[in-house]
């Protein structure tokens, strides 16, 4: 019915609109691809200095390389034989106490390890707005390595970020698998011979399972729809395949691999120093939530409302917060410590809260 020529200013307005918006997309995805580059390259000119470092050791197996719609990832130099460990590597934050001390634990390691981290991916894990997390929790809890203490299967029971190891893209059926050392170095082993050019990979999550079934996980923990080989092939995992895949899992042996990113002397007594000033607070914390159990106690037996024993609790524990200024030793910004004071005083007031019930209980007669 329009003539093509009628009215046509605004056609000329939505294609100007489109193509700014087509050029500033372009434009940014040039800034990220420049960013990934940039990155990569740190990351391979720090991979081979520390192979220099060593006497023994021999040219990496691999490299880092921007990897289409997925970031970085590690991509084999050459040819892999299955069985051959491809990367043996330090954690950078040794501590493995609440996250205040791997938050102050990464204010205190070198520049370069902090901006390596500081470049990794990062993710709100709390799904709340405004995300309760700091910067550092939200890469931290994305990146980290759970060590599994021998035969205990009920959760990691320490969680530790290595740089390099932290870029291995997941894939359901990977090339790789990753076992932790008595010094709790992780190592990475071949579980298939790899080709050059091959990006190594490995299995976020033990999966198995139907394809949807393995991309619901991986969305839930990580946000992203896997499209490896046997997702996109709709292939289902089995138990008997599961098994062999964790199965052929290596304890590490003694290699001439690199060790990367060695922890210095220095780097590990200060992480020590942190455990140890966050010793001290757990014990001002216990003796401050024993004052409150007891204020608690009384209050119970005098029939007191829960939401009044909540407010007393929440204003006795205000004391955390106190503690953690009174004692910065460290330097926390005053955001900082509003956070983590803020994570600390949950956990207190959820145990004192159950408490509170199970005395009400007694002394309410229904
Ligand atoms: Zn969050
Ligand atoms: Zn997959």
């Known amino acids: 019915m329009d003539s ?9 307005g939505a294609n100007a609109e489109r193509n700014k918006r087509k ?4 434009k940014q995805k040039k800034l990220k691809n420049q960013e990934e580059q940039r990155i990569a390259d740190t990351l391979n000119a720090s991979i081979n200095k520390q192979a220099g470092n060593y006497a023994n050791s021999v040219e990496p197996l691999f490299e880092v390389k921007p990897i289409p719609g997925k970031g970085l990832g590690l991509v084999a130099r050459r040819f892999i034989s299955r069985g051959t460990e491809i990367l043996r590597e330090d954690a950078i934050l040794k501590c493995n106490r609440e996250f205040i001390c791997k938050e102050i634990s990464l204010m205190n390691v070198p520049n370069d390890k902090k901006a390596r981290f500081m470049e990794l991916q990062s993710q709100c894990n709390c799904d709340q707005t405004p995300c309760l997390e700091t910067p550092f929790q939200r890469i931290f809890e994305l990146n980290c390595f759970g060590f599994y203490a021998e035969k205990d299967f009920r959760g990691p029971s320490n969680t530790y970020i290595y740089l390099i190891s932290a870029r291995i893209n997941h894939d359901c ?30 299995d976020y999550h033990n999966l198995r399972g139907t394809t949807q079934f393995r991309r619901t996980i991986l969305q ?27 199965a052929m899992r290596e304890k590490p042996r003694n290699t001439t691999t690199t060790l990367l990113h060695k922890a210095t002397p220095e780097e590990i007594k200060k992480d020590k120093d942190i455990d140890q000033w966050f010793g001290a607070r757990l014990v001002d914390f216990a003796i401050l939530q024993r004052a409150v159990d ?6 119970a037996a005098q029939g007191i409302s829960t939401e009044e024993c909540t407010n007393t609790i929440l204003s006795l524990l205000g004391g955390i917060k106190k503690n953690l200024e009174d004692n910065n030793a460290y330097g926390l910004s005053e955001e900082l410590i509003e956070t983590h004071a803020s994570i600390l005083t949950q956990a207190a007031f959820e145990k004192m809260m159950a408490h509170f019930a199970k005395l009400k209980a007694q002394f309410t007669i229904d």
């Open 294 to 299: 007891g204020t608690v106690r009384a209050q």
């Open 4 to 12: 093509p020529n009628e009215n046509p200013e605004p056609r000329i």
């Open 23 to 26: 050029k500033e997309l372009a």
């Open 173 to 202: 059926m990977p090339n790789t698998a990753g076992a932790f050392t008595e010094e709790e170095y992780v190592t990475v082993q071949a579980i298939k011979d790899i080709h050059p050019g091959e990006e190594i990979t490995r």
């Open 220 to 246: 839930q923990h990580y946000k992203f729809v896997c499209e490896c080989t046997t997702c996109v092939s709709n292939t289902t995992i089995t138990e008997a395949q599961a098994m062999v895949k964790f």
